[in-house]
């Protein structure tokens, strides 16, 4: 049933549209708490959570009956979390290439200066080389590409785990 267009809809608009939930969280939290590192961040990590979710539920009860197998609930789930993690990335890219990119090096220097207090006497070409390193792990693509890789392999965990309570006939969640 999954080969209808019907059920893929549902997929990429609920992708596209976690993506970008996920991606205006980030930004109102960026925005309004200055550490770099906040309990509130954790709030990231289950968005996709819910919209994965919800794709997966969706499908199960208007396309295939209010039944569906493992597989095509974590295929459902997985391609759900895939999608908003590139839409997600991708404004992240462009969040901080074009529109705030003083962010990073604002980053880069506050860990600077957290690693040259604690390593105590370290050489000028430890710093030179530790500089040069934060400035490659803090640039827009890697940070892009570093929460592309992170929340498809976390899609991945959460697709495991939803297939496993939205296959049943019984739901103990209903859209």
Do not use: C
């Not at 208007?62 to 295929?75: A, I």
């Not at 090096?105 to 430890?126: H, P, V």
């Not at 929460?147 to 991945?156: E, K």
Request: aromatic share 16%.
């Amino acid at each position: 049933m999954l080969r209808s267009g019907k059920p893929w809809w549902t997929i990429v608009l609920t992708g596209i549209f976690t993506g970008l939930v996920l991606f205006t969280v980030y930004f109102l939290l960026m925005v309004q708490n200055n550490q770099i590192v906040s309990w509130m961040f954790a709030s990231i990590y289950l968005i996709p959570l819910i919209g994965m979710t919800y794709a997966s539920i969706r499908v199960k009860n208007r396309y295939l009956g209010g039944y569906m197998k493992f597989s095509e609930s974590f295929l459902i789930s997985w391609l759900t979390g895939f999608l908003s993690s590139v839409v997600y990335s991708t404004f992240i890219y462009f969040i901080f290439t074009f529109l705030n990119s003083n962010e990073l090096d604002y980053r880069a220097l506050l860990l600077e200066q957290f690693l040259q207090m604690q390593s105590g006497n370290i050489t000028i070409q430890e710093i030179h080389t530790m500089k040069s390193n934060i400035s490659q792990l803090l640039s827009a693509s890697y940070l892009a590409l570093l929460n592309l890789i992170f929340h498809s392999l976390l899609a991945v965990i959460y697709a495991f785990i939803i297939a496993i309570f939205v296959r049943r006939k019984i739901s103990l969640i209903e859209v």
